[in-house]
């Protein structure tokens, strides 16, 4: 009897990496419940409640990360007493600096376990040495420690150590900006920086949206309550059924392998993993939200819907809203926004060109990057008055490229983020031209494409080809029969664009960081040769038929994403007003329908490894 209890109370407080703490798992609902059950108790004290879930929230990421919990309480230590350091500094010099060294260490502990490799390999490629990773930190508390407990051989990458070093560097900042005083107690500033809803894969919060809600009265209304249960109920849903089916079932083996597939089920789970990296990543927003609404805290809003959006621009305004609007405010405002061209925008130009070379392997990357950047400064030269749409285009396509390479070091990301940054730029520009003016660009770039997808019979040839066809034919209609193009157009079309800029997303993903560039660029290859290459348009009907599964949940998900909000909002409320009895019954029906969906082994969300 007490070697099983020995046992379950091993289990229970122990770090298995194999099986992480998900949204997703029993074993977290009952962690919730016995969490919400014991904060009932003293739920209007809000000191002792802050601390109570600071102590929750520590315990929640050593079940997801294990000995990296170390590295979290250092990042809430540090901020902390930096801030109130920075609070007490009177001098707008001294501020800036010790603001400056704060940033230094909090993008540090960032760039050592996130790009240790990347810039591992860009020293030996550019002094031809042959330095290896090695886990520096992991070797020092293996010292101290007396154990070999930390592995050395490799860095790995904390989880959710992106979210929770941007939440400490967006807080000094704010704080030397005095958009907010320094937090005084430090169980407050803990639980601010460490909220388990959100901790491990945003929203990212910040301290102006979050403090202020610190000390407010517990309230958790009837209405509330339902709209809590709701979010979780939908996150449930979208990540269970919809993102996990699509991958275990579709989209992983495909990107696993692109050539055992033809074109047409490549180009299928293409789209299928736009929708399932969509449905995870706001499933987990939803969960978290209503989590903390039961807490009697709200988190900012992270998705508005971004397959509606008419445009790139606009995609980023409704896509992982709370990263969006964090590089606009501390990357593309400092770099100059839409006033000018600072000092850093320059030197990220150049960052690029180098990295872009590293990445690619040749040094002609770095001279077209050169070439660019030398027509764009005679056009700023020759024609003063377009010279702020060109600083904005710039910053705005830097802060794009920095943010692909947030995600991950490798020549896919900065791709995938490249091409984001272009499509915005584009937009720009394109909404500024006549109908007339439209109807020769795109005929010219169609015309161009055409040329040489049948001259050098290369498949991204083909795809761009057919994709300019399509545009060119709906601006045609437009232009002969005076016939405005509808907003169901342009969000089909920023979908594809958004879809194919996924490839490079997707390749770059769920690799070892030592071997990432290479596999991923092999992998969005492999993709495109397939989908670009022929064709045998008999046999879709039968991959149709044999996928059918998979494809109708995808088209009953983006249905189900392009209903109207106000729709939305109407089965919301409808659903939060239920009688207690009523919504029990309900819930318990939704998990009966969401467990035929269960996969064997439960799929960790993907931006747990962001």
């Given at each position: 009897m007490w070697d099983v209890i020995r046992d379950f109370l091993v289990n229970l407080f122990s770090f298995d990496q194999a099986h992480p703490l998900l949204f997703t798992q029993f074993y977290f609902w009952a962690f919730f419940a016995l969490v919400f059950a014991v904060f009932s108790l003293f739920h209007s004290k809000a000191l002792l409640r802050n601390g109570y879930l600071f102590a929750c929230s520590l315990f929640f990421y050593y079940k997801t990360s294990g000995v990296f919990l170390a590295l979290l309480v250092f990042v809430i230590v540090y901020n902390f007493f930096a801030a109130k350091g920075l609070g007490k500094l009177k001098s707008n010099k001294a501020r800036s600096v010790l603001t400056a060294v704060s940033v230094v260490v909090d993008l540090g502990i960032l760039a050592y376990f996130k790009y240790a490799y990347f810039l591992t390999d860009f020293v030996n490629s550019l002094l031809g040495t042959s330095f290896e990773v090695h886990d520096v930190l992991g070797e020092l508390l293996n010292s101290l420690t007396g154990a070999d407990i930390f592995r050395v051989d490799a860095i790995i990458l904390p989880v959710g150590i992106s979210f929770f070093t941007f939440q400490a560097v967006s807080y000094m900042v704010d704080v030397k900006r005095e958009k907010i005083a320094p937090v005084e107690n430090f169980l407050d500033f803990g639980f601010y920086l460490s909220f388990f809803p959100q901790l491990?894969?945003?929203?990212?919060?910040?301290?102006v949206e979050f403090v202020q809600q610190l000390h407010k009265p517990y309230n958790l209304s009837r209405r509330w309550f339902g709209i809590a249960i709701f979010w979780i109920m939908n996150g449930l849903l979208k990540k269970l059924i919809l993102a996990d089916y699509l991958a275990v079932n579709f989209a992983d083996r495909v990107f696993e392998n692109p050539l055992l597939y033809s074109g047409f089920e490549n180009l299928s789970a293409l789209f299928c993993y736009s929708l399932q990296v969509y449905a995870d990543f706001s499933g987990y927003t939803d969960i978290a939200t209503g989590v903390a609404m039961l807490f009697g805290f709200y988190l900012p809003q992270n998705f508005n819907s971004p397959y509606k959006a008419v445009n790139t621009q606009q995609f980023w305004r409704r896509w992982h809203m709370t990263l969006s609007r964090w590089l606009r405010d501390y990357l593309y405002i400092p770099l100059g926004?839409?006033?000018n061209a600072s000092a850093g925008t320059y030197i990220i130009i150049a960052a690029v060109a180098v990295f872009g070379s590293f990445l690619s392997g040749s040094w002609w990357v770095a001279f077209g990057v050169a070439l660019l950047a030398a027509g764009i400064g005679l056009w700023a030269w020759k024609k003063p008055g377009d010279r702020k749409l060109i600083t904005t285009n710039i910053n705005s396509m830097n802060t794009m490229l920095l943010g692909g390479l947030w995600h991950g070091a490798s020549w896919n990301f900065?791709?995938?983020?490249?091409?984001?940054?272009?499509?915005?730029?584009?937009?720009?520009?394109w909404t500024k031209r006549s109908l007339g003016g439209k109807l020769l660009i795109i005929g010219?770039?169609?015309a161009l494409c055409g040329t040489l997808s049948f001259t050098l019979h290369y498949p991204v040839w083909?795809?761009?080809?057919?994709?300019?066809?399509i545009i060119l034919v709906g601006t045609l209609v437009e232009w002969i029969f005076k016939i405005k193009k509808t907003t169901a157009w342009d969000i089909f079309q920023t979908f594809?664009?958004?879809t194919f800029t996924r490839l490079f997303f997707r390749s770059g993903s769920n690799l070892d960081p030592a071997l990432a560039n290479e596999e991923a660029w092999n992998t969005a290859k492999n993709m495109v040769n397939q989908i670009g290459g022929p064709?045998?348009?008999?046999?879709?009907p039968d991959m149709a038929a044999a996928h059918w599964t998979v494809l109708l949940l995808f088209v009953a998900g983006m249905i189900i994403h392009w209903l109207p909000e106000r729709f939305k909002r109407w089965y919301r409320l409808n659903f939060a007003l239920m009688p207690l009895g009523v919504m029990a019954v309900v819930v318990v029906l939704i998990i009966v329908f969401i467990y035929q969906f269960i996969t064997a082994d439960l799929q960790s969300f993907i931006y747990f490894q962001f």
């Open positions: 491990v894969a945003g929203p990212i919060v910040r301290a926004g839409n006033r900065m791709i995938w983020g490249g091409l984001n940054g272009i499509g915005m730029v584009i937009y720009k520009i010219l770039t169609t083909n795809m761009f080809f057919v994709w300019t066809l594809v664009f958004i064709w045998d348009l008999n046999l879709i």
